[in-house]
């Protein structure tokens, strides 16, 4: 069967279908309903199914693949990398789940990881999955003050943390912040498990609650732990948006239609066998980190190659030469991943041998034809725009090179996966509309396997985030779509970052794309502020490549220009600014209400997942000089 038939089936009949699709992994009991609904916007998959994340990503594996490479977790800051093979990963996981036994951390208590792209985070997570411990993992990185809310919503019996991290040769110190996060906040665990790397000499060690990690180990290797069956809808874990729109959501996730739904995306969607590999640029702190750095590849049997550093560092290529050293099959990063690489020399993309590589895979952001035509162009592969939230843990809309591979459509993420049935509907009325026609993107209830079954503690929350929005009971993060005659779906950004000039509504990417076409141009974002005379006016702030020597206000203009020729006199910048950085959440994405909060004087909102405030402050300068 094709894509069509299987997707069709997928939502037709969901309960055949995903009864099938269980088959994929082990239950020690087997689903007794496939489905339950009787409770919505609530649902339920694989109810009575007892199972565990962490037997099928590593014991499952152990006979048949035992010796094959499980993590090879390569590290440019530090220098090293560590082969681990599915029976060291085996090994290393009981010791850390007797450590954290040994800690008193047992089922459904809650286990906040605070570690960089390393392989113990990994350990970790698959420890925690393996004695029914629920993990929440807190990106590293993330200041005192955001580990210390989590800290507070997860209450955990444990903290893992490393003593640091290190970004572009430089250490930056994890401990200090976990030291003031616990004083913040209102139950800290009790004990703190400390990984230390030897990055910093100086770290402070609390008698009494900080316990090293290599001590533990030592004592606790040879270990066996037993797995701890969860039903299927049992929690798995939080994680957390990334707050681009306001307050972060504490995602919560399941056990079984998790596991399902990941080993069925990485043969369809990510068209990978057991025993090929991928490298999945993420960082285990997000949702693309836990799907596909961690437990989608070893749910499917295949290799995952974890990195910690720079995209540039030591040089541009090394995204290309990991891909040409492990026979890389697919690719998953980031458009703004790649965005960063094409401030620098093409040169690079050609490099190294990629005649292993076969799919590039971004998603996160909407991806800019420039961008797209860039690393396609550069590579001579096959790029494929996914679009998923942390809510979803897994596409949501993509092409499917494993089933059926149809052509990519520049722009768009293609069609939805499997027990997705969206709509594009009216934001008052809530009608469906035409194709062609702008509207916000919503999802038919039941969600489907691997979704969030809740937000932590918060059933109030989740009902009204998520479905609170229209008459019907439809599921949306209100991104701004639109599906053409061939059924492709193409995301706008999100409906609040929509500008209304004189009644017309334009979507701040498509203003974006057009700036983008401009070779000086690195990145631009937009927001709408305030006219008297048109309600509101396009603004855009860019910054520019390396080497460009025009001077900012011939850009200026010409990006001006470039927008009217591209969209009609109709989407005329109001302003353009050219600044040094554009504000970003920690995960990379465009924070562009701040951007409009600066230029209007209003209050920008919650601003804890900013990622580095000196892009903010050279906004206000640029604003203050003028445009
Ligand atoms: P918050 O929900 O806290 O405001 P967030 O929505 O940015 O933050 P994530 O779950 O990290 O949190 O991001 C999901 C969002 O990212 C989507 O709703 C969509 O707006 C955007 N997105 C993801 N992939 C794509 C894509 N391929 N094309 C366009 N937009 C995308
Ligand atoms: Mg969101």
Request: hydrophobic fraction near 40%; charged fraction near 20%; glycine fraction near 10%.
């Amino acid at each position: 069967m094709g894509y069509e038939d299987t997707w069709r089936r997928s939502v037709d009949e969901p309960e055949a279908f995903w009864g099938e699709q269980a088959k994929l992994i082990d239950w020690q009991v087997p689903p007794r309903h496939i489905l339950d609904q009787s409770n919505p916007p609530f649902r339920r998959w694989f109810v009575g199914g007892t199972t565990n994340l962490c037997h099928n990503a590593v014991d499952r594996h152990l006979e048949a693949r035992g010796d094959q490479l499980a993590i090879v977790a390569v590290s440019t800051e530090t220098g090293t990398t560590r082969e681990i093979s599915y029976r060291e990963l085996h090994h290393e996981v009981n010791a850390f789940a007797a450590v954290m036994q040994a800690l008193g951390v047992g089922k459904g208590d809650r286990v906040v990881i605070y570690l960089p792209n390393i392989a113990e985070a990994v350990f970790a997570m698959l420890a925690c999955a393996r004695i029914g411990a629920i993990h929440s993992v807190v990106f590293g990185g993330f200041a005192a003050h955001n580990l210390a809310l989590r800290i507070d919503d997860a209450e955990p019996t444990l903290l893992i943390c490393a003593d640091a991290g290190m970004r572009g040769g430089k250490v930056i110190p994890y401990k200090p912040l976990v030291d003031a996060a616990l004083k913040e906040a209102k139950a800290p665990p009790p004990h703190v498990l400390v990984v230390n790397r030897g990055l910093d000499p100086t770290m402070a060690v609390v008698e009494g609650r900080d316990v090293d990690y290599a001590v533990q180990r030592e004592a606790h290797l040879g270990a066996t732990v037993p797995v701890a069956w969860l039903e299927s809808n049992e929690p798995s874990y939080l994680l957390y948006t990334s707050g681009t729109t306001g307050k972060p959501k504490g995602v919560q996730r399941d056990v079984g239609g998790y596991a399902v739904a990941l080993a069925l995306s990485m043969t369809t969607i990510f068209d990978l066998q057991p025993g090929q590999v991928i490298l999945c640029t993420s960082d285990v702190g997000w949702a693309v980190g836990h799907s596909y750095n961690v437990y989608g590849p070893l749910l499917g049997g295949c290799t995952a190659i974890l990195y910690e550093g720079m995209p540039t560092n030591p040089d541009p290529g090394i995204w290309w030469k990991l891909c040409e050293q492990y026979g890389v099959r697919t690719m998953f990063s980031s458009p703004t991943g790649i965005r960063i690489l094409k401030k620098q020399d093409e040169a690079w993309l050609k490099k190294y041998d990629l005649s292993a590589l076969r799919w590039i895979f971004l998603a996160g952001e909407p991806l800019d034809q420039p961008t797209y035509e860039w690393l396609s162009g550069g590579t001579g592969k096959t790029v494929i725009d996914n679009y998923w939230q942390t809510e979803t843990g897994w596409p949501a809309l993509s092409l499917m090179p494993g089933l059926d591979m149809r052509p990519v459509k520049p722009g768009s993420p293609g069609f939805p996966t499997f027990g997705y049935r969206m709509r594009v509907i009216d934001d008052a009325t809530g009608e469906d509309k035409a194709p062609g026609e702008k509207g916000v993107l919503v999802i038919e209830p039941p969600l489907p396997p691997g979704c969030l079954t809740t937000i932590w503690r918060d059933d109030a929350r989740y009902a009204r985030s998520y479905f609170g929005h229209f008459k019907e009971l439809l599921y949306s993060s209100l991104d701004w779509a639109v599906r053409d005659a061939d059924g492709y779906t193409f995301i706008l950004g999100r409906t609040d970052d929509v500008i209304n000039v004189a009644g017309h509504r334009l979507g701040t990417r498509e203003i974006e794309e057009s700036v983008a076409t401009l070779g000086a141009v690195a990145e631009v974002a937009v927001v709408g502020i305030a006219d008297e005379l048109k309600g509101q006016l396009p603004a855009v702030f860019a910054t520019l490549k390396q080497g460009v020597t025009d001077h900012p206000a011939d850009v200026a203009r010409a990006m001006e220009r470039r927008v009217v020729e591209l969209l009609g006199a109709l989407a005329r910048p109001g302003c353009v600014f050219v600044v040094g950085a554009l504000p970003k959440t920690r995960s990379g994405k465009l924070l562009r209400r701040s951007l409009q909060a600066l230029l209007q004087g209003t209050d920008p909102g919650d601003l804890s997942t900013l990622d580095d405030p000196s892009s903010l402050e050279e906004v206000r300068k640029a604003i203050a000089r003028g445009p």
